[in-house]
């Protein structure tokens, strides 16, 4: 198996069937251009494709002499067939042919006229030759420089293509100088933008190795002239050599090519350089958007005024972060930090999940239509981008059946974890690098000429993803160590030959990500702020029942109350995978086992599965825990700040691509009942899976203290704004109300990642309280009030100062007539009611 195959699992089956056409033909051809099994072992020595369209004029004499220079020089050739490609031509070409009653003259016939490289991929799917001879049927390439084009492969090449345009060629009759010129603006524009080496693209006369030439003429897709350029690039995007040679070249009246042709090549080349989506992938997008719309619908049509309750305070945070880094860089200030929060010290947001490299870009977003609109947009269309992506490496590398990759798409970004996080944590949805990051490093495994500009690649889309979400990078370099591992202990073989330059394309990528990275993580680990690791408390790592059971937002199976008690919150239920899909991943490995991608792809979910389980594992219907596996990652720099149950999201693509698999394998199935117990196994499986929209309320609307901008009276420059009690993780509406009035106003305490303080550089959420924001913290929660005495109030007088605070704001919220009466002790007077808040100016003493 080719390293390039590592996970395209038809590849071996293509390449032995030799072809997979378009259209109709006959003789010996499939109806959808792939040749028949009892002709696919009548292997010959050399095939020779003539495309032709209403050709009776040329065609006859061309096979003349075609044939007798192949009788002639039998001794050289060996056994051959001439395959001519009719499309779609209304006169007596077919009947040339058929009339002469040779076996070797083979005819594939299009029932309309589609154009060149639409008859070429039918012919070339009905030869058998070990080597291809595309020629045109004008013969403007003399057939005799066959021999020519034959040495180049005898020399180790791929393809030998006829050239008029490097030294040796000859020309007899020339073209118009119109069509020269235009000829020649072509190949130095083929070459510029999008086929470097190749000076004459278009020369009607090439050879091909069969095999390859069946390979890359089955996955064209271009049906006009531009096929020849689209061929010769899969060639060398393969790392299939080719030569150019010089042929003696005439040229012949009657040719095809029209003035209209030349606009539609600039037109295919475009579509060769940029591959555009067919129509089903184009609907598979459509599709995933509308699932993304309806997961969100109760806030995506009103974000401004609605929020996701299971989010948290989660949607707030995010808000902030995309505002922040709106007004960072409109204010030309350093994006990697702030002030706004956890006033004196402020917030290293680079040691944040700011997503800095989607946050930057919509700055303009975020500034006109506001960082509420932003999330929501980033949210939808990420998740949709995210199963867009993964389709495209399913359909790339796995299957080409595009209902069988919209189904393992589908589970990979709409899995229950992918679920929950879509409640609040854009980085664990936005993923889209992450299946080009592994399309990229599998390119790697092959060494070819492409290779350092792969790994360039790879190490510029690495860095990106970087300041996307560090996390989901890591859990994504995991789970391909780990699938890397499983294939090299099934395939050795293909692991000793990949390995080389492998390592050495991701040392490049390593010189090429590194200098990008290095000041943003230098400030993450050793900036203001920053931190060294964060604990997350008990309950951080899976069960085996959480892996068992269904999430919460289940339509028809959710239960709250036993997700609730199965994850940390609504947000990090990150497995809850379900049974019956787990039991159907067994089957499907079971079934498909002689696939080697199969074994590697479930050892890949067992581990990551079993890792997820932390660093004690407790034994089912037990008391007993016993150490897991992850107890010797825990402790190593990086991965002892991963919440270990989010290791188990690595197992949704995985089972995304194993479901893709088992559909495939079932839309090929001969009978009929397989099919439909097949299928009917799958929706079983998946439908307790499928989510009810996640809910959402309205949301609180902004004191007009702060959208009014009264604020501004009480708050001088270089002082906070103190809300009562101070915002913290469990209760960070103040950030929504900081947002609201522009990010005009500093405050302490906040909702962010820091660290702990003292000189204990051990990473907390939020900000370690004080005495006075303990004190106020207690009296919300309790609603009993507390002693205020003189050693009270001198401590508030400290904390106030520590936080330069100009004003105490309290929004009216339960239990409020408490934290109000505990204000008045601690600053001496009463508060004034200002435009729906009660504050207390401490610009006169407090």
Not at 485 to 492: D, E, K, M, N, Q
Request: proline fraction near 7%; aromatic fraction near 8%; charge should be positive.
């Amino acid at each position: 198996m080719n390293v390039r195959d590592i996970l395209d699992e038809g590849a071996a089956d293509r390449r032995g069937a030799g072809v997979s056409g378009r259209g109709a033909n006959k003789q010996g051809v499939s109806g959808r251009g792939g040749v028949r099994r009892r002709d696919r072992h009548q292997v010959v020595d050399l095939s020779v494709v003539i495309p032709a369209y209403n050709e009776e004029r040329r065609l006859g004499p061309t096979l003349d002499a075609v044939v007798r220079y192949l009788h002639a020089r039998a001794d050289r050739w060996g056994s051959w067939e001439i395959v001519i490609a009719d499309d779609g031509s209304t006169d007596a070409t077919r009947e040339i042919v058929t009339l002469r009653r040779d076996p070797r003259l083979r005819l594939v016939i299009s029932p309309r006229n589609r154009g060149k490289g639409h008859a070429l991929r039918l012919g070339v799917a009905a030869s058998r030759g070990r080597r291809v001879l595309i020629t045109d049927a004008d013969l403007a390439a003399p057939v005799e420089e066959l021999e020519r084009l034959d040495r180049a492969l005898a020399e180790g090449h791929a393809a030998a293509v006829g050239s008029r345009a490097v030294p040796g060629a000859t020309l007899g009759e020339r073209q118009h100088r119109v069509r020269e010129l235009l000829g020649a603006a072509g190949n130095l524009l083929i070459r510029t933008t999008t086929l470097r080496g190749i000076r004459d693209t278009q020369c009607g006369f090439k050879l091909f190795d069969g095999d390859k030439a069946r390979a890359a003429f089955a996955a064209s897709r271009m049906d006009g002239w531009a096929i020849d350029v689209e061929v010769l690039r899969h060639f060398q995007r393969s790392g299939w050599p080719v030569a150019e040679v010089p042929v003696h070249w005439s040229h012949q009246h009657g040719s095809k090519v029209r003035p209209l042709d030349y606009p539609r090549v600039l037109r295919d080349l475009v579509r060769i350089r940029v591959r555009l989506p067919g129509p089903a992938d184009a609907f598979a997008a459509a599709l995933f958007l509308t699932m993304a719309v309806a997961l969100y619908s109760g806030r995506f049509f009103d974000p401004d005024h609605r929020y996701l309750t299971d989010s948290l305070q989660d949607q707030t945070q995010w808000e902030w972060f995309f505002a922040v880094t709106a007004d960072n860089v409109a204010q030309l200030r350093n994006p990697l930090f702030s002030d706004l929060q956890g006033v004196p010290d402020g917030v290293n947001l680079m040691a944040n999940t700011a997503m800095l490299g989607l946050s930057v870009p919509l700055t303009p977003v975020t500034l006109l239509l506001g960082p509420a609109v932003t999330l929501s947009l980033v949210m939808t269309f990420g998740l949709a981008a995210t199963a867009a992506s993964w389709y495209w490496l399913i359909v790339r590398r796995l299957v080409r059946q595009r209902g069988a990759a919209f189904a393992g798409a589908t589970l990979a970004a709409f899995a229950p974890p992918m679920v929950s996080h879509a409640n609040a944590h854009p980085n664990f949805v936005l993923l889209f690098m992450i299946p080009l990051i592994v399309d990229r490093a599998l390119r790697l495994c092959e060494a070819g000429p492409r290779r350092t500009r792969d790994a360039v690649v790879l190490g510029l889309m690495a860095a990106y993803q970087l300041f996307l979400g560090e996390e989901t990078l890591l859990l994504a370099a995991l789970g391909m160590l780990v699938f890397a591992l499983a294939y090299a202990a099934v395939r050795p073989d293909v692991a000793r030959r990949a390995a080389r330059p492998l390592l050495g394309g991701l040392a490049t990528a390593a010189a090429v990500c590194l200098p990008i990275v290095v000041y943003p993580l230098s400030w993450q680990f050793s900036g203001p702020q920053s931190y060294t690791h964060i604990d997350h408390g008990p309950g951080s790592a899976n069960t085996v029942r959480a892996l068992l059971t269904f999430a919460e937002r289940s339509l028809i199976a959710g239960d709250a109350d036993r997700a609730a008690a199965l994850s940390l919150n609504p947000t990090e239920q990150n497995a809850f995978y379900g049974w019956p899909l787990l039991l159907l991943a067994l089957a499907i490995t079971v079934r498909l086992w002689r696939r080697p991608a199969v074994r590697a792809l479930a050892c890949t979910a067992v581990v990551a599965a079993v890792l997820s389980l932390g660093p004690r594992v407790h034994v089912p219907f037990t008391d007993t825990e016993i150490p897991g596996p992850w107890a010797p990652l825990a402790g190593l720099p990086l991965l002892e700040s991963v919440i270990e149950s989010r290791v188990a999201m690595i197992c949704a693509p995985v089972l995304g691509m194993l479901l893709a698999l088992a559909v495939g394998r079932l839309a090929t199935a001969r009978s009929l009942g397989t099919q439909y117990a097949g299928l009917l196994a799958v929706c079983l499986a998946l439908l307790p899976l499928v989510p009810a929209p996640l809910k959402s309320a309205p949301r609180a609307a902004t004191p007009a203290f702060f959208t009014g901008g009264a604020w501004e009276a009480y708050v001088r420059p270089g002082e906070s704004l103190v809300p009562v009690p101070l915002p913290e993780p469990l209760a960070a509406d103040a950030l929504h109300w900081q947002t609201e009035a522009g990010l005009g106003f500093r405050m302490p305490g906040g909702y962010f990642n820091g660290p702990y303080g003292d000189g204990d550089r051990s990473g907390v959420y939020g900000v370690p309280l004080n005495f006075t924001a303990s004190l106020l913290k207690d009296v919300r929660d309790t609603g009993i009030a507390q002693v205020i005495d003189d050693r009270a109030r001198a401590e508030a007088r400290r904390d106030l100062a520590h936080w330069r605070a100009g004003a105490l704001v309290l929004v009216p919220q339960p239990r409020d007539a408490v934290l109000r009466e505990t204000v008045e002790k601690l600053v001496g007077r009463p508060g004034r009611w200002v435009d729906g808040v009660w504050v207390w100016d401490l610009h006169g003493g407090s």
